[in-house]
């Protein structure tokens, strides 16, 4: 049984860091690329950031270039979403996915390419 616990996400002021991580269970981690998206309240899911098996390849939203950074660590079945100079316009609950493939193509930005899910971990960013 595949599960993806994502952990981290509270309430900080606009400015401030956080770093999400998404533990997998279930699953050969270093065989599956790894995506975060996330959903703010009316809105659908977006695509945030994607890495491939390895971390040597990593793919962003232009709303998070140079603020976000994904990474992962096989050893510990972990990817990890760093998140600096947080905006309001970032809260949004954040959710890890895990894509059956070890490369990123520019399909990793849809949703329905990944095959397991997280529950999701809220991030609230006020001004």
């Known amino acids: 049984q595949v599960q993806l616990v994502e952990s981290g996400g509270e309430l900080v002021q606009a400015g401030d860091s956080l770093r999400l991580s998404c533990a997998a269970s279930?699953?050969?981690?270093?065989?599956?690329?790894m995506g975060w998206f996330r959903q703010a309240p009316g809105k659908e899911r977006e695509f945030v950031a994607a890495?491939?098996?390895?971390?040597?390849?990593?793919y962003y939203t232009d709303s998070v270039k140079g603020r976000f950074t994904i990474s992962r660590d096989n050893a510990k079945n972990t990817v990890y979403l760093q998140m600096n100079s947080l905006k309001p316009e970032d809260t949004a609950v954040y959710y890890c996915?895990?894509?059956?493939?070890?490369?990123?193509?520019?399909?990793?930005?849809?949703?329905?390419?990944?095959?397991?899910w997280g529950q999701g971990t809220r991030v609230t960013v006020s001004s």
């Open positions: 996915a895990a894509r059956g493939t070890r490369i990123i193509t520019y399909q990793a930005i849809v949703p329905q390419r990944y095959d397991y």
């Open positions: 279930g699953l050969t981690f270093s065989s599956y690329a």
């Open positions: 890495i491939n098996w390895s971390g040597s390849s990593t």
